[in-house]
């Protein structure tokens, strides 16, 4: 199947089709178009020098370019001087958060097969936003394990194995400022996550971070039904 961004794109809201004259794909394409003109949205790999994965196209294994938009808009907000990204697949989220740091500001992010991981310093090599990436390889609950928290993170992008989002969750919670924020994609995994009981270990990998996140007193949160579902928590001093 050849996807492209608008199938990745809100499909959370059929009410829109109410005063649409068309049919539901074209209901689709519509809606993402008028968000890309409106949001001076481009592809990927015409805002940057990107080498692409082999394996997997950016639109199967990336963000959309409406989250990309979004997470750039929040490092712009929030001006963060550390974020921590876990899931680098081949540098794209991370290009677009380090486009938006302060000066002094870097992003760590953590890739566990080398294969995107070699893609991903590649890309980063050849943008001047990579200059501010720092990538890690392994499993990121490994490495998060042995990490030295010298400063802690400001706001923390989790897009790896949906399987352990609320083992994350947990691990990474004391490593935060106090005012931190923490951006979760992927939270309804494709309509999964909301079966009583999800049939696949992805599906239920989020339910459980979603009830954890729940659970959690501190954070003031926000679920956005966008593309795949985006969780945002915003850490209470
Ligand atoms: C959805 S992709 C990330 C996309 C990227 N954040 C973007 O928007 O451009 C998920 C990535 O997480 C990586 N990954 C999966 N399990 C991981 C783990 N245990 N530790 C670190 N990375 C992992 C995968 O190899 C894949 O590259």
Not at 108 to 124: G, H, L
Not at 140 to 167: N, S, T, W
């Amino acid at each position: 199947m050849k996807l492209s961004y608008k199938d990745k794109f809100l499909p959370t809201q059929p009410e829109h089709c109410k005063f649409f004259e068309g049919d539901s794909d074209a209901l689709s394409a519509s809606m993402y178009n008028l968000v890309a003109k409106y949001s001076a949205l481009e592809v990927p790999t015409d805002e940057f020098v990107i080498s692409p994965s082999k394996e997997f196209t950016i639109e199967e294994m990336g963000s959309n370019p409406v989250l990309l938009r979004l997470l750039e808009f929040l490092v712009g907000l929030k001006q963060p001087r550390r974020v921590l990204e876990i899931g680098t697949f081949i540098g794209i989220s991370a290009l677009y958060m380090a486009r938006a740091l302060p000066p002094d500001g870097i992003l760590v992010t953590i890739e566990k097969y080398d294969r995107f991981a070699e893609i991903a310093e590649q890309n980063f090599a050849q943008n001047v936003a990579g200059k501010k990436i720092h990538l890690l390889r392994g499993d990121a609950f490994d490495v998060l394990g042995k990490f030295k928290v010298e400063q802690p993170f400001d706001m923390i992008f989790i897009d790896g194995d949906k399987e352990r989002y609320g083992d994350y969750f947990s691990l990474v919670d004391p490593m935060l400022a106090p005012d931190a924020l923490v951006i979760v994609d992927d939270v309804f995994f494709h309509g999964d996550a909301l079966n009583p009981t999800p049939s696949t270990a992805k599906g239920k990998g989020t339910q459980l971070f979603l009830e954890k996140a729940r659970l959690t007193g501190g954070y003031l949160k926000s679920l956005l039904p966008v593309g795949n579902g985006v969780m945002l928590l915003l850490k209470r001093p």
